[in-house]
C-alpha cells in the first residue's frame, strides 16, 4: 500500500507570517493534528501542539518562530517508510507532494485507519512503554508543563496518593485550558492570568475517568478505542486494578508498522536533525556490540530518541538521550543526558548496557513482527 490510497488534499495552511494567536485558535476550534506553514508560498514546515505548548512567546509572535521541519513525501510512497518519517521526525503531519506540487498531507490517524485490520497481529505489552512518567493530582499545572516539555512527551498519567490512576493530563488539555480561560477572561494582566493557571492543581485540568487497555489486548482494539474516545494514547493497567503498567500510544503503533525482517539492525532516531556529530552507523554499531557482548540476542528493532533541553554548556545543548530496543529475548531500554548527542547516546547506552544485563525469561516477540508483515504485505 502506498500513500496515494491513504494522502488527502485537505488541510489548514497559514503563512509564515502569521500571529500565535490565531494559531492557537485554529487548534481550539478544529482540533487539526497539526498545520502547514508556508513562506512565500513555499512549504516551510509545521506547526503541532506540542511546539505551542513548549513555547512560552506572545499571542502576537509570528509562528515562524516555533515552526517544525516536517519530513515531505510523495505521493507513490510506501506506507512503512512514511510511518519511519513521522516516527523519526516527532510530528503527526507530514506534506504530500505529487511532483513539485504539494497535494495534501498524511497523517497518523490516515495511516492507522488504513492498517487497522492488519493490527491484530500485535498485542499491547508487544510495543507499550513500561517506564512511565506520571504527576500527582495535587501537583500544579507548571510542573506537569515542565515534565511534558523535560520529557518531550505529550501526555502523563494522574496518581492519587495512594498511586493509583485518577486521570490524564496531555498538551490538548493545557492547550484548551488556557485558550478556554483566556477567552473567558478577556484582556487583562495576561503575565499574572498565566501565573494563576501555573499554579492550579493538575486535578482541575485532567480527564478522568480514564480510558485504558490491557496488556493481552490487539493493538487494534487499543487503537479503534483511541479513535472512538477521540485520545491518541491508552494508560495500560492490569485487570481490575487501577494502577499504572505503561502507556501505549498511536506513535507506538505506527511504530511497530516500521519492523523489517532484514538481517541489519533497523533503526529509528527521532529528532535525527539533533545527531550532528556522530552517524546512524555508529549508533547502529553501538547497539549491536552491547546485545553481542552482553546478550547474545538478537536485536530486531532499535528506537533513539534525542530531546533537545535549553540548557546550554559553552554553546553545546543539553541532549536527552532514550534508547529502547525490540529483541527475541522482549524490550529493553536505557537513557541518559548529556551536552551535545553523542555524550547523551553513549551516557544512554551505559545504562542500556547495565539493563540488557538484567534479562531473564522473557519471550521472545518474533512471531508478532513476522504476522504482521505478512498481514501488511496482503494489503
Do not use: W
Not at 476550534?29 to 508556508?38: A, D, F, H, L, Q
Not at 528493532?301 to 559553552?314: C, G, P
Amino acid at each position: 500500500m502506498n500513500i496515494a490510497d491513504i494522502a488527502v488534499p485537505e488541510y489548514v495552511e497559514v503563512d509564515a507570517d502569521e500571529r500565535l494567536a490565531k494559531v492557537r485558535s485554529i487548534f481550539e476550534r478544529e482540533n487539526p493534528k497539526g498545520i502547514v506553514v508556508t513562506e512565500d508560498g513555499e512549504y516551510a514546515g509545521v506547526v503541532g501542539e506540542k511546539q505551542l505548548l513548549r513555547s512560552r512567546m506572545e499571542d502576537d509572535t509570528k509562528v515562524s518562530a516555533v515552526v517544525k521541519p516536517a519530513p515531505s513525501v510523495k505521493r507513490t510512497e510506501d506506507v512503512r517508510e512514511t510511518a519511519r518519517l513521522l516516527v523519526e521526525g516527532d510530528v503527526k503531519i507530514a506534506p504530500v507532494y505529487e511532483g513539485e506540487k504539494l497535494y495534501g498531507i498524511v497523517t497518523v490517524d490516515q495511516i492507522l485507519e488504513a492498517v487497522l485490520e492488519s493490527l491484530d497481529a500485535i498485542t499491547v505489552d508487544q510495543i507499550a512503554t513500561t517506564d512511565v512518567i506520571g504527576i500527582n493530582e495535587k501537583d500544579s499545572v507548571g510542573r506537569a508543563i515542565n515534565r511534558l516539555r523535560e520529557n518531550g512527551i505529550s501526555r502523563l498519567p494522574v496518581l492519587d496518593d495512594d498511586g493509583m490512576l485518577a486521570g490524564v493530563v496531555t498538551t490538548n488539555d493545557i492547550v484548551e485550558f488556557v485558550v478556554r480561560d483566556q477567552e473567558r477572561q478577556g484582556s487583562g494582566d495576561r503575565a499574572g492570568d498565566i501565573d494563576r493557571m501555573l499554579d492550579l492543581p493538575v486535578y482541575d485540568i485532567m480527564s478522568s475517568p480514564v480510558v485504558t487497555a490491557t496488556a493481552d489486548e490487539t493493538a487494534e482494539e487499543a487503537v479503534s478505542r483511541m479513535f472512538d474516545n477521540e485520545v491518541s494514547g491508552l494508560v495500560v493497567t492490569p485487570e481490575g486494578i487501577e494502577a499504572v503498567a505503561g502507556m501505549v500510544t498511536k506513535t507506538d503503533v505506527l511504530r511497530a508498522l516500521t519492523f523489517t525482517e532484514e538481517d541489519s539492525l533497523d533503526v529509528q532516531i527521532t529528532n535525527v536533525d539533533l545527531l550532528e556529530h556522530t552517524s546512524r552507523e555508529h549508533v547502529v554499531e553501538s547497539i549491536e556490540s552491547v546485545a553481542d557482548k552482553y546478550a547474545q540476542m538478537q536485536v530486531m528493532h532499535a528506537h533513539v530518541r534525542l530531546h533537545q533541553h535549553k540548557e546550554k554548556l559553552r554553546g553545546t545543548p543539553l541532549i536527552q538521550c532514550q534508547i529502547r530496543l525490540r529483541t527475541d529475548q522482549g524490550q529493553v531500554g536505557g537513557s541518559g543526558e548529556g551536552y551535545g548527542a553523542e555524550h547523551a547516546f553513549h551516557v544512554a547506552l551505559d545504562k542500556l548496557e547495565r539493563n540488557v544485563l538484567e534479562i531473564k525469561g522473557v519471550n521472545a516477540d518474533e512471531e508478532y513482527r513476522g504476522q504482521l508483515l505478512r498481514k501488511l504485505g496482503e494489503l
